[in-house]
């Protein structure tokens, strides 16, 4: 976009001071410049244009593309009316094969295609058949429409196109269809009424009543009259526009026309005429003089009409949207000279300031790759002239993980899949986004917020449900194996379980092996097969008969079986084995396809430990770590060194917890982003200890009671 005319005079001014070091010359003068000239108005060189109209920045033209057939093409225009985008190709012009064209009306240039700009990028068409049939088309983007409604007629008129909605008389007899176009949404909301002059503003219907000058506004889905205004015009209104707080009001093209104030709460009458309303201005051709004529009435009083543009008579009487527009919603104004050349003249008349005029954030949460699922989540708001946004996604630790930036436009589009700004996927959990929109005019500021949560993201350590918080595998008697779900206040709060697994059976949590972000489940069974089965990121059961792949057998000889995570640094998670008979430690590196690596000694007899168990990254080396619990009660950690080995033991506790028959490094359960511990003691109470990404751990939280029907924790 160019910068603005003041802009350019700040820097010229800045220029000069650095130019001098910010002193003034001896003469006591300061150094003068000649601020440089406010850029002009954009030109647009075109072969012809067979109708125009322009909304929210945006031109739409129909013109000759380069294969010398007519298209619609639509070009950004900067807020300052100065720079123009390169044209997009839309909808085909042109007749096809079977007859079918858009509809033409007569204009200077022969026959025009009738176009309604939508204010959003978006633009309405009608479409005749080869039989004579019409239908309204929203063009939403180059490549997907909407019809409005969806039937053909033999006659149908796009009454008013703005943002998601649109207003179509249609059929015969006449009906007024209502069409909410939910870019997002598989239902669309449709109204059918009889026919009044209406307009569109937001989400809502301004139509006319059978009353002299009565009004009411009706909210569209919910079709509630929200207000009912008395113009003040002596008719019952024929046409109708609406930008805001101004409600654009007339008798027919030859009668009384007038504007209705919703802030002042009256009538101030304006030229009549064929005439197109702006944010505070309307404009009319003069025909007589060859003049647009501009009134201006943004202060809630009408000053005297003023030319800003030259356009011929012509030979139609009524050009709008032919041979010139008005851009409602940024200000600006586009017609079109006897070169076939584009003008945009900036209107000069300051717009509101920056309203939300309708909005349809997303509501779902986002399951990545579930079959089931919402793999994105897609959000629109609509504004009453173009923004500069920025939309911002953080997990719940409060860390960016996606920005996205938009350029100016009056509607903020955004569809987020889970991808962070590096390209991969955040991890699973609950997130939070924001949005903030800034005027490109400089009007004005908005934001909002709200949550989502993230299903089928990176997981986390020791994850085996849908968040990336850390899980437990349990095993009671009857042989029910439940993975218990670990939430963000720190607790287990639902589970799944499958059935069916024989007494002695060992279950290791481990990672994702392949490529669908769901954490894989190792488990040994008693005779000594080891089995990887395929991670359901929650959403069932483990069972035996569950899709799984054998690693080996003669895994009987382990009484502990357990996964730090990714020790050696080639982007696999090992596994670390304690030997049952010499209490020697094993490491097994991950391989290709689920399998392991030969296994290596890292240390010989560790009999004296009564746990052991992988707990990640505990000292925030970003390397996995070894917990040992000895029989006397202390607690000792090994540092991974990224190589398959870790370093000499660290002491963390002394004469810690000598009831704990069980110790699991479960990840990160607080939600703090550090890995923590779960305890379970002699009595069955289970505890939490927080890790401090240090190494060490905080005191002790309860957490649940009863835990001793399990006859394995893991």
Not at 82 to 106: I, Q, W
Not at 123 to 148: C, F, H, I, M, R
Not at 699 to 711: E, H
């Amino acid at each position: 976009m160019s910068i603005s005319a003041r802009a350019l005079r700040a820097a010229a001014a800045l220029a000069v001071l650095a130019s001098v070091g910010g002193a003034l010359p001896a003469t006591g003068a300061a150094a003068q410049e000649a601020p440089p000239a406010a850029a002009a108005p954009a030109r647009i060189s075109t072969t012809g244009v067979w109708g125009l109209d322009f909304g929210g920045g945006v031109l739409n033209t129909v013109e000759r593309f380069t294969n010398d057939m007519q298209y619609v093409l639509s070009r950004r225009i900067s807020a300052d009316g100065t720079s123009v985008g390169e044209p997009l190709r839309g909808a085909f012009a042109g007749v096809y094969a079977t007859g079918d064209h858009l509809e033409r009306v007569p204009c200077d240039a022969g026959s025009c295609v009738p176009l309604t700009a939508a204010g959003n990028g978006h633009y309405g068409v009608t479409e005749v058949t080869s039989g004579g049939l019409e239908t309204v088309k929203v063009w939403v983007d180059p490549n997907q429409l909407y019809y409005a409604p969806d039937a053909q007629f033999p006659a149908a008129n796009i009454v008013d196109l703005t943002g998601r909605y649109s207003v179509v008389d249609a059929g015969s007899p006449s009906r007024q269809y209502v069409l909410g176009v939910q870019k997002y949404r598989l239902t669309q909301e449709e109204w059918t009424r009889k026919p009044t002059a209406a307009a569109v503003w937001g989400t809502r219907l301004w139509a006319a009543s059978a009353t002299a000058g009565a009004v009411t506004s009706t909210d569209i889905a919910r079709k509630t009259v929200m207000e009912t205004v008395a113009t003040g015009a002596p008719c019952v209104i024929k046409e109708l526009r609406v930008v805001g707080r101004w409600v654009y009001w007339n008798c027919g093209s030859a009668g009384p026309a007038g504007v209705y104030d919703r802030t002042s709460k009256r009538s101030v009458t304006v030229p009549s005429g064929p005439a197109l309303v702006g944010d505070g201005f309307l404009v009319r051709h003069d025909r007589a003089a060859g003049k647009l004529m501009l009134t201006d009435f943004h202060t809630g009083t009408v000053a005297a009409p003023r030319a800003v543009a030259d356009v011929p008579a012509g030979t139609v009487a009524d050009q709008r949207r032919l041979t010139w527009a008005v851009d409602k919603f940024g200000g600006d104004i586009a017609y079109l000279d006897s070169t076939a050349t584009v003008h945009i003249v900036p209107s000069g008349v300051p717009a509101q300031p920056l309203a939300k005029i309708a909005s349809d954030p997303a509501t779902n949460d986002i399951y990545i790759g579930g079959a089931d699922g919402l793999p994105d989540r897609s959000s629109t708001w609509q504004f009453n002239k173009p923004v500069n946004w920025t939309f911002t996604v953080k997990d719940w630790l409060g860390r960016t993980v996606r920005t996205m930036k938009g350029e100016p436009g009056t509607e903020v589009d955004v569809t987020w899949d889970g991808t962070t700004d590096t390209g991969g996927y955040t991890r699973s959990g609950p997130h939070t986004w924001s949005l903030k929109a800034t005027a490109a005019d400089g009007g004005g500021t908005y934001t909002t917020s709200g949550s989502v949560g993230v299903a089928g993201g990176e997981e986390g350590f020791h994850d085996q449900g849908y968040y990336a918080f850390g899980d437990l595998v349990t095993l009671n008697s009857s042989g029910a194996l439940t993975v218990q779900f670990g939430q963000i206040a720190g607790r287990f709060d639902g589970k799944t379980s499958g059935s069916g697994w024989p007494a002695g059976t060992l279950a290791v949590p481990f990672a994702d092996t392949g490529s669908d972000r769901c954490a894989e489940l190792l488990v040994r069974l008693p005779g000594g097969e080891l089995r990887q089965y395929a991670g359901r990121c929650g959403t069932s059961g483990y069972t035996p008969a569950s899709s799984h792949l054998s690693v080996g057998k003669g895994w009987q000889q382990y009484d502990v079986l357990t996964s730090p995570g990714d020790v050696n640094g080639d982007g696999r998670a090992d596994l670390v084995a304690r030997q049952t008979s010499t209490g020697d430690m094993y490491f097994y590196a991950g391989a290709a396809g689920g399998k392991f690596a030969a296994r290596v000694k890292i240390f010989n007899n560790w009999k004296t430990y009564a746990q052991i168990t992988g707990a990640g990254d505990l000292n925030g080396d970003g390397r996995p770590d070894l917990l040992g619990h000895d029989r006397s009660g202390g607690l000792w950690r090994y540092d991974g060194r990224a190589d398959g080995t870790f370093a000499p033991r660290v002491k963390v506790f002394s004469d810690w917890g000598r009831t704990y028959d069980t110790v699991v490094g479960i990840g990160d359960l607080s939600g703090d982003g550090r890995h923590d511990i779960v305890v379970r003691d002699s009595a069955g109470k289970l505890f939490r200890n927080d890790g401090n990404g240090k190494g060490s751990f905080g005191a002790r939280t309860p957490i649940a009671t009863g835990w001793q029907v399990y006859k394995g924790i893991y």
